[in-house]
């Protein structure tokens, strides 16, 4: 089956550290996204790429870093420098930047 | 900066209820706006409309682009329990590399 695969499912972070998100897509996709949903908030751009060894910042890129260097894969490493990182974070992909965005399933980071 | 309003946050209903959802934006060149339907975890895809198709049905789900008011409505008839989720309203401009821009939702609540 055809999808998006982001892992793992839950993640705790301690204060100081980094932790890289995974997200997977087999639905041969140009673009990929990832997004930061907070409670009672819509989903925020945090970078985004449009083609293989490729990316861009989106509104909230400071903290984050991330890598395309497979069609396939777009990890996300949440850095020391997010000072406020627990959050539930959401990737996704699209055939091409203009078309409808398909989601993973999340995954929800917690400082600790 | 695009922006994108949605109105009302919450709304609780009973089973069989009509309900309609709203969202407002500001975008610079105006591209598509998108419905996306978020049960649990993952946002799913429901509609995409844009100056050529502002009129989409899909079952008790329809949706309508106000070009002229830069709105966009979105409207279920005979709502079920299994209709609760939050609606997330996106719009793209041509302006931004084609990049969403999220409101932050209505939170849909079905009572049986």
């Known amino acids: 089956d055809g999808g998006i695969t982001q892992s793992p499912k839950y993640l705790f972070r301690k204060e100081g550290q980094n932790v890289t998100l995974s997200c997977e897509q087999n639905?041969?996709?140009?673009?990929m996204y990832w997004y930061r949903q907070d409670p009672g908030q819509g989903l925020r751009l945090i970078y985004y790429?449009?083609?293989?060894?490729?990316?861009q910042k989106g509104d909230i890129a400071e903290g984050y870093s991330v890598s395309r260097e497979k069609k396939e894969s777009f990890p996300l490493t949440v850095t020391s420098a997010q000072k406020n990182p627990t959050a539930f974070y959401l990737c996704?992909?699209?055939?091409?930047?203009?078309?409808?965005?398909?989601f993973g399933q999340g995954t929800r980071l917690t400082v600790v | 900066e695009d922006k994108v309003v949605q109105s009302p946050l919450s709304l609780v209903v009973h089973e069989g209820d009509t309900v309609t959802l709203n969202c407002s934006y500001e975008v610079t060149n105006f591209r598509s706006l998108l419905w996306y339907k978020q049960e649990k975890k993952a946002p799913t895809f429901l509609f995409m409309l844009?100056?050529?198709?502002i009129e989409k049905k899909s079952g008790r789900l329809s949706s309508i682009l106000d070009k002229k008011e830069l709105s966009s409505i979105l409207n279920i008839t005979a709502t079920q329990t299994g209709d609760s989720a939050i609606y997330l309203c996106?719009?793209?401009?041509?302006?931004?590399?084609?990049?969403?821009?999220f409101g932050d939702g209505t939170t849909l609540t079905v009572k049986p």
């Open positions: 844009t100056s050529s198709g």
């Open positions: 790429s449009q083609i293989v060894n490729d990316f």
């Open positions: 996106a719009v793209k401009g041509y302006a931004n590399a084609g990049k969403s821009t």
């Open positions: 639905l041969n996709h140009d673009a």
């Open positions: 996704a992909s699209s055939y091409i930047m203009n078309t409808e965005a398909f």
